[in-house]
Structure formats: structure tokens, C-alpha cells
């Protein structure tokens, strides 16, 4: 069945901008969406439909699409931004939904 | 404000069945696709299906079909996820999730998790 791939940890310093991708063949045809989960809480949406921020969502928070790939942009990284942080998608025939395996992101 | 507020904790042997629930509200429950998020001990998400209530039209992740059921209750705005022999490894936490406008397979706002322990 389809895939998302994701790195599994990016490291930045507080202050530096972090980048985290994620690859699948269906991306040029279905949106990409980014979701912070912190532990012990349940997942957040902080990037929908590739590029779009939700109400709420600071502004460092960007997305963007090229390809078959997405990224999620962390400008000024910030220590309360350590999480992990999963791409979402679906496969090409609108079929059913997919999460890639998620990245860890450390600030310090 | 829309919430979403599922049901307790489970401790189920293997073999027994189970029926998990997530109610809405706040918003038209059943104009919005409303899904359910399996997250293993110390592992990723995992997408499972989600629902359109309105009609109750299912989509499922290949790796859940046949697996388990979801369905919806328009009337009382809430929607479930049901085992009909769960297994050791069904052990997991549980999250429903709804979209909004943000496109069919968006979720939007989440449930505060199910946490489902199986064990003999």
C-alpha cells in the first residue's frame, strides 16, 4: 500500500530555521498535512491542504509543496517546538489515507 | 466550539469484542468525515478510515480492512470503532479525529484518545 517517508529526527539550534520532508508518489495529486504531537497529548494540525495554516497555529509555521515532496518549515525554532511531527496524506485514488512515520524534532 | 470527547480506557482479554465511541459537537456532525487514529505503544500514527455520516459512505486503510468496523449514529452524533476478536497486538491508543473544511482527509480537531490494553 502507498507510503509516506519521513526523516526520523532533525536536530536545530533555538532561534535556527528547521525543515522536515516528506516524499510520496501521490503528492503531486493529493494534499499534504502536518500534525505536532507532543508526548502524552493527542496530535495538533498545524499545516493543512500543503500551504494553509490553521487559526491558532503561529506564524513560523510554514508549508510548502515541490514534486512528490512536502516540507514543513520552522522559522526561528523555538524550545515549545520539540516534537514529533507527522506528514499525512492519501493515495492517488482518494481511496484511503496515509501517515508517513514521523520525525522527531529536538531544539537545543 | 467544537468538541470531541470519547469514551474511557478498555482492558479486554484477547478474543473478546469491543465497541469504542467518539461523540461530537459544536459543529454538523454529520456534514464532516470523522475517522479514527491508531498509535501503538511508542510508535508513529497510523490511519485507520474515517466515515461521512451522512450517509455513511467508509473509506478504510488497506492494513484495517476486515480488520474492524466504523460506523456512525447521526443521532446522537457520535461514531465508533469495533472489534469483533481483538488481538494482543490491538493494544494501542485510540484517537478519533474529524475534518473540517480543510479537505476529506484533513483532521482537523482530535479526540482526547482511547487507550485499549489487551491482555490475557
Known amino acids: 500500500s502507498y507510503e509516506l517517508t519521513q526523516p526520523p529526527s532533525v536536530s536545530v539550534s533555538p532561534g535556527q530555521t528547521a525543515r522536515i520532508t516528506c516524499s510520496g508518489d501521490a503528492l503531486p495529486k493529493q494534499y499534504g498535512y502536518w500534525y505536532q504531537q507532543k508526548p502524552g497529548q493527542a496530535p495538533v494540525l498545524v499545516i493543512y491542504k500543503d500551504t494553509e495554516r490553521p487559526s491558532g497555529i503561529p506564524e513560523r509555521f510554514s508549508g510548502s509543496t515541490s514534486g512528490t515532496t512536502v516540507t514543513l518549515t520552522i522559522t526561528g525554532a523555538q524550545a515549545e517546538d520539540e516534537a514529533d511531527y507527522y506528514c499525512q496524506s492519501a493515495d492517488s485514488s482518494s481511496a484511503y489515507g496515509v501517515f508517513g512515520g514521523g520525525t522527531r524534532l529536538t531544539v537545543l | 466550539e467544537v468538541q470531541l470527547v470519547q469514551s474511557g480506557a478498555e482492558v479486554k482479554k484477547p478474543g473478546e469484542s469491543l465497541k469504542i465511541s467518539c461523540q461530537g459537537s459544536?459543529?454538523?456532525?454529520?456534514?464532516?468525515?470523522i475517522g479514527w487514529v491508531r498509535q501503538m505503544p511508542g510508535k508513529g500514527l497510523e490511519w485507520m478510515g474515517i466515515?461521512?455520516?451522512?450517509?455513511?459512505?467508509?473509506k478504510y486503510s488497506p492494513s484495517f480492512q476486515g480488520q474492524v468496523t466504523i460506523s456512525a449514529d447521526k443521532s446522537i452524533s457520535t461514531a465508533y470503532l469495533q472489534w469483533s476478536s481483538l488481538k494482543a497486538s490491538d493494544t494501542a491508543m485510540y484517537y478519533c479525529?474529524?475534518?473540517?473544511?480543510?479537505?476529506?482527509?484533513?483532521?482537523?480537531?482530535w479526540g482526547q484518545g482511547t487507550l485499549v490494553t489487551v491482555s490475557s
Open positions: 459544536g459543529y454538523s456532525f454529520v456534514d464532516y468525515w
Open positions: 466515515i461521512y455520516p451522512r450517509d455513511s459512505d467508509t
Open positions: 479525529a474529524s475534518q473540517s473544511s480543510s479537505g476529506v482527509f484533513s483532521l482537523d480537531f
